[in-house]
């Protein structure tokens, strides 16, 4: 039987970070979590996410940077951006890039839970 698909959670906010990982866990998924956009690219996790969930605003590098980087890198990882002040402008460049979703602080359950089943290609 194959793991539970790897979600990593990049906030600066320790409490966003904590109970997103334990909406991610309630799904059946595993998390790990970052408090930093460097922090997820320094890590050895990089090449087991099967899906970023990503603050837009951080301090150093932004989720939008950090998107950028992986998609400089080669890497494709879907991401979902969260963020407190959402921006259409920013929306709009996110989903250009290759965003599978872009969500509001505070989200729902339900609208996380359609996020990750459009970027792990729902095989319910």
Known sequence: MRSAPLI???????????????????????????????EFLGSDRVGDTSCLITDVQM?????????????????????????????ERTRLHAM?????GYLGKPFTEESL???LDTALGSSG
């Not at 890497?75 to 002040?85: E, K, L, N, R």
């Not at 250009?96 to 599978?100: E, P």
Request: net charge negative; charged share 25%; aromatic share 6%.
């Open 8 to 38: 990593s959670i990049v906030d600066d906010d320790e409490s966003i970070r904590e109970s997103t990982r334990g909406l991610v866990r309630s799904l059946g998924y595993q998390a790990e979590t970052f408090a930093s956009a460097e």
């Open 59 to 87: 301090p150093g590098l932004n989720g939008i940077d950090l998107q950028r980087g992986l998609i400089d890198r080669g890497v494709q990882i879907p991401t979902i951006f969260i963020t407190a002040f959402p921006e």
């Open 96 to 100: 250009k890039a290759g965003a599978v």
């Open 113 to 115: 839970l359609k996020c």
